[in-house]
């Protein structure tokens, strides 16, 4: 079922949590809520559920204006952050508690359930307790508890927020392949701009209150609508009006009129790719993205002067930011002009 949502608007006292939102999600997508704290992201997701009421719009889930229906019939399933889990409870019992309260006879609670949990990858733990599953698999049970009632919409609220860094990028695969298969309307809450990325075939990139852009992880990287979405979709460096990507930061050891003179501050291996951190002569902080290759034929050490040329550059401002140190050339802009993009010529 598609999601719409229209001129949502909702205040806690003086402060405005939504503020004239609209977004569409499709049929069967995965879409990403995407914002720092306070954007408004977990407020619209409670909306959409039923949770909040809006002081204004409309919510819509295929087709029908249920913005005065209460949760229960709405059709959607919700995972927290914090699992919810019914400590006293098994797995078996958690999972099924939602068929139990439809009135689900045994032997189909029975065979729903053990569907799930094999589908989560929890068979052999029907029996245990909360206490004695990991936090992940936790998470994977509030996800099966979730979709045992056959929701038309999932909903989940920064779901991997209290996990590790490894568990994490571990159920972000999970769940996109989870949802390959099982195709249910799906909207995902969360502040990781690379679990974002991973995860959702849509984002949608809130900040305080409103909906600054939305597309998908590619458009908004290559393409931002304004200063915000540039900074918080990926890396960037900012050098005076232009942003410029640490991937678009050639490091060179001869001066030309195109270049910077920076002094190498810090390097950090990161796998494959390495980030060099340089101090330029008035004091702004930026960074390179090399490759180990590239950093081995540089040779740089901490404390070493290098140059640094900008091979791509945007700028919101509306002006061609020819005063940023090699760019120049704009490429083209986009939204009638109000950024610009720009490559070292």
Same mark, same amino acid.
Request: aromatic share 6%; hydrophobic share 40%.
């Given at each position: 079922?598609?999601? @719409?949502?229209?001129?949502?608007?909702?205040?806690?006292?003086?402060?405005?949590?939504?503020?004239?939102?609209?977004?569409?999600?499709?049929?069967?997508?995965?879409?990403?809520?995407?914002?720092?704290?306070? %954007?408004?992201?977990?407020?619209?997701?409670? $909306?959409?559920?039923?949770?909040?009421?809006?002081?204004?719009?409309?919510?819509?889930?295929?087709? /029908?204006?249920? %913005?005065?229906?209460?949760?229960?019939?709405?059709?959607?399933?919700?995972?927290?952050?914090?699992?919810?889990?019914?400590?006293?409870?098994?797995?078996?019992?958690?999972?099924?508690?939602?068929?139990?309260?439809?009135?689900?006879?045994? +032997?189909?609670?029975?065979? &729903?359930?053990?569907?799930?949990?094999?589908?989560?990858?929890?068979?052999?733990?029907?029996?245990?307790?909360?206490?004695?599953?990991?936090?992940?698999?936790?998470?994977? #049970? *509030?996800?099966?508890?979730?979709?045992?009632?056959? +929701?038309?919409?999932?909903?989940?609220?920064?779901?991997?927020?209290?996990?590790? *860094?490894?568990?994490?990028?571990?159920?972000?695969?999970?769940?996109?392949?989870?949802?390959?298969? #099982?195709?249910?309307?799906?909207?995902?809450?969360?502040?990781?701009?690379?679990? $974002?990325?991973?995860?959702?075939?849509?984002?949608?990139?809130?900040?305080?209150?409103?909906?600054?852009?939305?597309? @998908? *992880?590619?458009?908004?990287?290559?393409? +931002?609508?304004?200063?915000?979405?540039?900074?918080?979709?990926?890396?960037?460096?900012?050098?005076?009006?232009?942003?410029? &990507?640490?991937?678009?930061?050639?490091?060179?050891?001869?001066?030309?009129?195109?270049?910077?003179?920076?002094?190498?501050?810090?390097?950090?291996?990161?796998?494959?790719?390495?980030?060099?951190?340089?101090?330029?002569?008035?004091?702004?902080?930026?960074?390179?993205?090399?490759? &180990?290759?590239?950093?081995? &034929?540089?040779?740089?050490? /901490?404390?070493?002067?290098?140059?640094?040329? +900008?091979?791509? *550059?945007?700028?919101?401002?509306?002006?061609?930011?020819?005063?940023?140190?090699?760019? @120049?050339?704009?490429?083209? %802009?986009?939204?009638?002009?109000?950024?610009?993009?720009?490559?070292?010529?």
């Amino acid at each position: 079922m598609g999601i @719409s949502v229209e001129g949502a608007s909702k205040r806690f006292g003086d402060f405005r949590a939504l503020d004239d939102v609209s977004i569409e999600v499709p049929d069967g997508s995965l879409t990403a809520l995407l914002g720092p704290s306070g %954007s408004g992201k977990s407020t619209l997701l409670r $909306a959409i559920a039923g949770l909040e009421t809006l002081d204004g719009g409309t919510v819509l889930i295929d087709g /029908e204006d249920v %913005s005065k229906k209460p949760t229960q019939k709405r059709e959607v399933g919700f995972v927290f952050q914090h699992y919810a889990a019914f400590k006293h409870m098994t797995v078996f019992e958690n999972v099924g508690f939602g068929l139990k309260i439809r009135k689900w006879k045994k +032997p189909q609670i029975s065979d &729903r359930v053990h569907e799930l949990l094999r589908l989560v990858q929890l068979d052999g733990l029907a029996d245990r307790y909360p206490s004695q599953l990991s936090g992940g698999q936790r998470q994977r #049970m *509030a996800l099966a508890r979730a979709l045992a009632v056959e +929701p038309q919409v999932l909903l989940l609220d920064e779901p991997f927020g209290a996990l590790d *860094a490894k568990v994490r990028k571990d159920l972000r695969t999970w769940l996109r392949r989870l949802h390959d298969e #099982m195709h249910v309307t799906t909207i995902f809450v969360t502040h990781d701009q690379e679990e $974002a990325m991973d995860v959702a075939g849509q984002l949608v990139v809130m900040n305080e209150g409103r909906v600054e852009q939305s597309g @998908s *992880a590619n458009e908004l990287y290559e393409d +931002p609508s304004n200063e915000f979405v540039m900074s918080f979709v990926g890396e960037v460096n900012r050098l005076g009006d232009d942003f410029v &990507r640490p991937h678009d930061m050639d490091v060179v050891l001869d001066a030309d009129e195109r270049t910077q003179e920076g002094l190498v501050q810090r390097i950090v291996a990161l796998g494959f790719e390495i980030r060099v951190e340089f101090v330029l002569a008035d004091g702004t902080e930026v960074w390179a993205q090399l490759t &180990r290759a590239e950093l081995q &034929r540089l040779e740089l050490r /901490e404390g070493q002067i290098a140059y640094l040329r +900008p091979v791509q *550059a945007r700028s919101f401002n509306g002006s061609a930011p020819s005063d940023t140190p090699g760019a @120049s050339t704009p490429l083209g %802009s986009q939204d009638g002009g109000d950024a610009e993009v720009s490559a070292a010529v």
